[in-house]
Structure formats: C-alpha cells, structure tokens
C-alpha cells in the first residue's frame, strides 16, 4: 500500500465515525500533512471533539486532551519543575506537562487566560517548551488542535492575533444535511448497543507515524512553477494592499495576511495536491485551501463588520479580483 493509499484510508476510517464532515477531514489531513496547527470552529454538538479523537484512534499517536478554563495556569499545561527524592536525595525534575504528547486537543482554549495561551506561543512555534531556563523539545509528530465556540462570549479570552497566526488553518465545521444525521442516529444507537453488550471495539485502519513522516517527504518534493508562486503571492498582496485591486475589498479588509499565511498557503497547496494524485501544485490547489489558510488572518473593518460581511465573503471576492498569473 501507498503512502497515498494509507493516507486516503485513513481519510475513510475517520468518516466512518464522523459522518457529513468531508470536508473538514480533508483539511485536518492536509493540516497533518503540512505540519501545522489546526484551529477548529462551530456550535456547540458538531463533533469537534469525536472528531479529533477519531483521527486519535487511527493514527498511531499519544493524544493528550486539555480543557481550558479560567483558573488554568501556564504550568498545569507545559509542566514544572518538581522537587523528587532520588536514592535518598532531595532533586528538582521537570515533570512533563499535556503538551509532551502528539496530538493536543486543546478544548474550548478561548475559555483560558492570556498567560495560559501564551504559553502555547513557544510549543506552537520553535516545537520546545522553556521551563526554568531549561528547553525540553517536543516530540516529532506534534500538533495542536484547539476547538473553540463562536457564540459564546461569556468567560472567554479572545485569542490574541499572534497566537492566530501560528494555526495553520482555521476549520469551520457546520451543521450535517438530514440524511447524514440520520446515519449518525442510527451509528450511536449501535454504539450504545455494543457498549452494554460489552463488545470488543474494533480500530481499524491505524496510520504509523513513520508512513506520516514518509508522505510529508513526498509533499514536500511536490512542484511549483514560478507562476503559481505568482499567483499565491499576488492572493497575499491582495489582501495587504487591496486599494490596488478592488475599492469593495479595500473598504472590507483593515489588516492583511502575514508572510506566515503565504508561507502556510503554499504548504497546504501541496499537501492538497498529493492528496490529489498530483506531482505539482496547480492554481486550483490554491484556490482550494485559501479559505480556511486566509480566513483567520484578515482583520477586516468596522464597515465590513457593520455590513455584516464574514471573512470568507471577502476571500471570495479576493479570489475573483486576482487574476491568476500566465
């Protein structure tokens, strides 16, 4: 088997537990495949969590679950230095905190403090956690995927921009369509019936992080002509400079993308075409993951927020303002 064909049977293992969510499990593979961190985003009961667990359950990883709340504190998450005693001697270990794990399911991280989101600033960015003036690295496969409620205001932190950025994308999930809840009714109901009857659950397909580490290596060596950098890098500029391109994006958009989006968008628009079957990245491969590379990015302003006009409106228009280069 492939690392294409491991790759897409874990794409399918994941959709048989989380059904209707397509899309947003192509996105968190692309996320694995890009090494970068996830940002995921909906209503309440929309299986962010089943979600990331069921990428846990096929994926040969450490998953560590963290809640955030408002009494967090930095140490609760990174770990401390404790006081041992070793063969009869008093000794100060660092004791490993949640983030010494490979998958981080960071549930409802808005719900923490600044100090406590900051503190995933240095795990999130150089893969090291300081402690004590002592840096412990992380492990090779780690990855950050922080859920969190878009509605809910009260007792919420709102993450800073610079601890936006460092996602790689932001994964909006929404509502299933009839018939996929319906199969989601009738899934739940045979896991409460295999539940009581004490029946062994079955894994599946499990992906070793070797076969991982293999398929970012051939991301990685996917091509990209100088006009798809073009394109991308007009997409980006569009969205600093966007007097130049259309006045509507000009009134809707205050702050634009940092050279980390661009940098992101190209990884995600090769890890979009491997998955594809592809050797090179096409305009198309960019096109499709600008939305959810770009989205938590732009600062848009106060007529694009009174105009009740989303970020993913703007990079609509974005996407037909910007010609794609010859």
Not at 51 to 79: C, E, N, W, Y
Not at 116 to 142: C, D, K, Y
Not at 164 to 192: G, I, Q
Request: glycine share 6%; net charge negative; aromatic share 4%.
């Amino acid at each position: 088997m492939t690392t294409l064909e491991q790759l897409n049977a874990l794409q399918a293992s994941i959709g048989e537990s989380v059904l209707g969510q397509d899309h947003v499990i192509r996105q968190i593979l692309i996320g694995l495949l890009a090494n970068g961190h996830l940002l995921l985003e909906s209503l309440p009961g929309l299986a962010k969590t089943r979600t990331v667990k069921a990428l846990a359950k096929h994926l040969d990883a450490k998953m560590s679950r963290i809640q955030f709340t408002p009494d967090l504190l930095p140490s609760d998450i990174t770990g401390a230095e404790v006081l041992h005693q070793v063969e009869g001697q008093n000794r100060i270990l660092f004791q490993p905190g949640p983030l010494f794990g490979n998958l981080i399911l960071a549930d409802e991280i808005n719900r923490a403090p600044a100090k406590v989101q900051a503190a995933l600033l240095e795990a999130m960015e150089e893969r090291q956690i300081t402690v004590a003036g002592n840096s412990h690295p992380l492990p090779e496969l780690f990855i950050v995927l922080a859920t969190q409620n878009p509605i809910e205001q009260e007792g919420t932190y709102p993450l800073p921009e610079a601890q936006m950025d460092r996602f790689l994308m932001k994964v909006v999930l929404d509502y299933p369509t009839p018939a996929h809840e319906s199969h989601v009714l009738r899934m739940l109901r045979d896991e409460e019936q295999a539940q009581h009857a004490s029946a062994p659950c079955s894994s599946g397909f499990a992906l070793a992080q070797a076969s991982l580490f293999a398929a970012r290596r051939e991301v990685a060596a996917i091509a990209v002509a100088p006009a798809v950098d073009d394109y991308l890098i007009d997409l980006i500029n569009a969205t600093r400079h966007p007097a130049d391109y259309d006045p509507q994006l000009a009134r809707w958009i205050a702050i634009g993308a940092s050279p980390r989006g661009g940098i992101g968008l190209d990884r995600c628009a090769r890890a979009d075409a491997w998955l594809r079957g592809q050797t090179y990245v096409t305009p198309d491969n960019v096109r499709a993951v600008l939305h959810p590379v770009l989205r938590h990015r732009l600062q848009l302003s106060y007529d694009a927020v009174a105009d009740n006009i989303s970020a993913d409106q703007v990079l609509d228009r974005l996407l037909e303002k910007v010609a794609i280069a010859a």
